[in-house]
């Protein structure tokens, strides 16, 4: 996928209101632990550097099936990337009593497996039920998450090492 197709495909996750979020809860769903959002990005990782793709849309959001076809083949990394930083995304109510999308959002810098350096971003967001999924969960693609003044929060780049 191409970057600005992630960042469209982003956008519309985060500012869309899908989900929990979106159910017309009275509060918004929680933004997980830095702790527990980092263990799901760890999964991730581990599961493409291990070339268990399959797996990965397992713990991604609703487009992972469309950003794992859309990467070229043979373009999982294997080695994990460095978290160059994180942030959280509040979620912001919104019209009729839904709430953004919220979450902790990760900057991830590395090398895909066609040897391509890449800088991706990550957000992780309470699914209910105790669960949480992973926006860009195909990392290595280079998608971003898209913000604005809209959802109180704007999207933080971080230099790669």
Do not use: K
């Given at each position: 996928?191409?970057?600005?197709?992630?960042?469209?495909?982003?956008?519309?996750?985060?500012?869309?209101?899908?989900?929990?979020?979106?159910?017309?809860?009275?509060?918004?769903?929680?933004?997980?632990t830095e702790a527990a959002?980092?263990?799901?990005?760890?999964?991730?990782?581990?599961?493409?550097?291990?070339?268990?793709?399959?797996?990965?849309?397992?713990?991604?959001?609703?487009?992972?099936?469309?950003?794992?076809?859309?990467?070229?083949?043979?373009?999982?990394?294997?080695?994990?990337?460095?978290?160059?930083?994180?942030?959280?995304?509040?979620?912001?109510?919104?019209?009729?009593?839904?709430?953004?999308?919220?979450?902790?959002?990760?900057?991830?810098?590395?090398?895909?497996?066609?040897?391509?350096?890449?800088?991706?971003?990550?957000?992780?967001?309470?699914?209910?039920?105790?669960?949480?999924?992973?926006?860009?969960?195909?990392?290595?693609?280079?998608?971003?998450?898209?913000?604005?003044?809209?959802?109180?929060?704007?999207?933080?780049?971080f230099a790669c090492p």
């Amino acid at each position: 996928m191409g970057r600005w197709a992630g960042i469209v495909l982003v956008a519309a996750v985060v500012f869309g209101g899908c989900g929990p979020a979106a159910a017309g809860a009275a509060t918004p769903p929680g933004v997980p632990t830095e702790a527990a959002a980092r263990a799901l990005v760890d999964q991730l990782v581990t599961l493409a550097t291990s070339g268990n793709l399959d797996a990965i849309c397992n713990l991604g959001s609703g487009t992972c099936p469309h950003d794992l076809r859309s990467a070229p083949v043979g373009s999982a990394p294997t080695a994990a990337p460095t978290i160059a930083g994180s942030w959280v995304i509040e979620p912001v109510a919104q019209a009729g009593g839904t709430w953004s999308l919220g979450g902790r959002a990760f900057a991830l810098c590395g090398t895909d497996g066609l040897d391509n350096r890449f800088y991706s971003e990550v957000l992780v967001f309470d699914a209910g039920a105790g669960s949480l999924r992973a926006v860009n969960a195909v990392f290595w693609t280079g998608a971003r998450i898209a913000t604005s003044v809209d959802t109180g929060s704007t999207a933080q780049r971080f230099a790669c090492p």
